[in-house]
């Protein structure tokens, strides 16, 4: 959209961490745990409970310690919590962008700036690869990932908001605050957040909510004019809309924000050594956004837990592990 705005720029929080982590899923929250227990100053930086594979994760039977099934959510809420009691802070936020070559890191958030001296990514594959029909032609012009950034450029519009997570949601009780409605559009029969901001959104007064809606087409020519959608058993719907802010998930590595700072496979993957450091000293990486991980919660769990004692180890100056994980 061509209207004019004057953004605030992201504050530093003008704190040198010992260690930022890039995502709160199971690896990365387990590498709080041990960071953070270790006496390393360690923020982690994620979107939402819900923005990753384990948290929507309706049932696990098979975590270690846990007898009976656990909701994924419930689980990952109580690794969060541990990691918290150690000291850990948990920053709900998205990551826009980063410069880790140098020896301080910088990260960079809607909201914030962070520095540290290490940084562990842990974003998972959950990234899309494939967009609907119009959608990478009208970025910029009306179809957003982020409505912290645009909600003002859309004031008293509608705007369409497609997702199902607590990512999803958090924004369109943000587009609240400026648009005249949200349509939002769940591709899950059910909505897959906390029970407080579900009752929220579905309270909201200019909140259209459409379960079971799948995103097919962003229509526009220079701008975005309407989306068009599809419910099972019904024929697609054409709602006219001035924005499309697009929050739907996929299988793919999520490495956007790192913009070729670091050598990534062919099949879109980091590439880390046995103690998950990869080529950028001080820069490590694990879970779900490794070719050769093993997608299970316990796995990328213990890939946290390797990764953060090898931070504890270089930040410290020792040249071997406490223990010999190659055994």
Known sequence: METSFNFEMPKNDNKLWDVVIIGGGPAGTTAAIYTARAGLSTLIIDKGLTAGALGITSKIANYPGIV???????????????????????????VIGTDITSEIKTVFTNNNVYEARSVIISTGSMGRGKRVKGEDELLGHGVSYCATCDAAFFKNMEVAVAGSSDEAIEEALFLTRFVSRVHFLSPTPDLKAPQHMIDELLHSENVSYYPGAHLREVVGEKSVEAVVFSQRGQNPQTL??????IYL????????????????????????????????PGVYAVGDLLCNHVKQAVIAAAEGAIAAIAVEKELHGRKQMMVDWSK
């Not at 006219?240 to 802010?245: I, Q, R």
């Not at 299988?251 to 990869?278: H, M, N, Y």
């Open 68 to 94: 009976g099934d656990i909701g994924g959510s419930e689980l990952l809420q109580n690794m969060r919590t541990q990691a918290e009691s150690f000291g850990a802070e948990f920053v709900t936020d998205k």
């Open 249 to 280: 998930q996929g299988g793919k590595p999520i490495t956007d924000f790192l913009a070729g700072q670091i050598e990534i496979s062919d099949s879109g993957c980091l590439i880390v050594d046995k103690e998950f450091r990869t080529a950028i």
């Open 240 to 245: 006219p809309v001035k924005g499309a802010f």
